[in-house]
C-alpha cells in the first residue's frame, strides 16, 4: 500500500464536532469525492488490496448510499458486477427485506431477490463502519440469498465504536481507522 495515496485519502477527509448531534465527530468524505487525484488513490488502494486478498470476486455489494459511490468503479476496475443494498422500499420488484436496531430506533434494508446467484463471492462495500449494524444486517440479507461473503471493506473505521465486533466471522478491511 502507497503511504502516498494512503496520506492523499486521509488529507480529504474533514471533520465536523457536534454533527449531526452534539457529542459526534463526522468523518466527511465530501473532500475527497471532489478530488479526482484523491479518489482515484482510494479506488487504487480498495482495489490493490482486493486483488491482493482475493483470487475471484464477482459481486461488489454497495451500500445506500455512499457504497453507491464507491463500490462502481470499484467493480469497474475489477471487471465484476455491482449491486445494490437500499434502504427498504426503494427497490422494485422482488426483494429480501431485514430490519435491524440503530442506537436511536429501528431501520431496515433490502435487496433484490436475484441480485447475487447462490455461491457468487461477495464484497460488501461502504464508506464508514461505526457501529456496524447496517453492515451486519446486509451481510445477513446476502446470506439469505446464499452470497460467499469475502469481506466488508469501507474507507473509514471508528474503532471506538467496535462495529468490526458485530461482523463476527465476516473478514473486514478498512483503510482509515479513527478513534
Known amino acids: 500500500m502507497s503511504r502516498e495515496r494512503l496520506r492523499a485519502v486521509r488529507d480529504r477527509v474533514r471533520s465536523f464536532p457536534d454533527f449531526p448531534v452534539p457529542g459526534v465527530l463526522f468523518r466527511d468524505i465530501s473532500p475527497l469525492l471532489k478530488d479526482p487525484v484523491a479518489f482515484k488513490a482510494l ?3 480498495l482495489e490493490e488490496h482486493l486483488r491482493a486478498s482475493f483470487p475471484k470476486v464477482d459481486v461488489i455489494a454497495g451500500l445506500d448510499s455512499r457504497g453507491f459511490l ?9 471487471g465484476v458486477g455491482f449491486v445494490l443494498i437500499r434502504k427498504k422500499g426503494k427497490l422494485p420488484g422482488p426483494t429480501e427485506s431485514i430490519s435491524y436496531a440503530l442506537e436511536y430506533g429501528k431501520a431496515e ?3 433484490q431477490s436475484d441480485a447475487v446467484e447462490a455461491g457468487q463471492k461477495v464484497v460488501v462495500v461502504d464508506d464508514l463502519l461505526a457501529t456496524g449494524g447496517t453492515m451486519r444486517a446486509a451481510c445477513e440479507l446476502l446470506a439469505r440469498l446464499k452470497a460467499d461473503i469475502l469481506e466488508c471493506l469501507v474507507v473509514i473505521e471508528l474503532k471506538g465504536l467496535r462495529g468490526a465486533a458485530k461482523l463476527e466471522a465476516i473478514p473486514f478491511h478498512s483503510l482509515l481507522q479513527y478513534d
Open 43 to 45: 479506488i487504487d488502494l
Open 70 to 78: 464507491i463500490g462502481p468503479p470499484l467493480a469497474q476496475r475489477l
Open 109 to 111: 434494508l433490502e435487496i
